[in-house]
Nanobody
């Protein structure tokens, strides 16, 4: 079992920055293939934001955030970070951290086995 806890959400003006953190505990990264960030805006489906292959560090991004967001990991602290720059009002959503223990389509939320409780990000115009 893996527990994920997100932090770092909040209210920011358009053009500003936030950094989200996801701390993993429990069995932590043993057997973890991917760590990812997803987001869900009111009335919309959960969508892929970014992910990282835990051991290799290879990163993947949604086109909508490429060049603005950066995902990284701190293996020693079992933490995944999401640095969000040049934020836009359309980035407003609840952001969720997730961990997958199998391999497959990294952008598919169904692949992920563990989820955090989410942290709210609001970008004002």
């Amino acid at each position: 079992q893996v527990q994920l806890v997100e932090s770092g959400g909040g209210l920011v003006q358009a053009g500003g920055s936030l950094r989200l953190a996801c701390a993993a505990s429990g069995r932590t990264t043993l057997g973890t293939s991917y760590m990812g960030w997803f987001r869900q805006a009111p009335g919309k489906e959960r969508e892929f934001v970014a992910a990282i292959i835990w051991r290799q560090g290879t990163t993947y991004y949604a086109d909508s955030v490429k060049g603005r967001f950066t995902i990284s990991r701190d293996s020693a602290k079992n933490t995944v970070l999401l640095q969000m720059n040049s934020l836009k009002p359309e980035d407003t959503a609840d952001y969720y951290c997730a961990a997958a223990r199998s391999w497959g389509e990294i952008r598919n939320p169904g692949l992920y086995d563990y989820w955090g409780q989410g942290t709210q990000v609001t970008v004002s115009s």
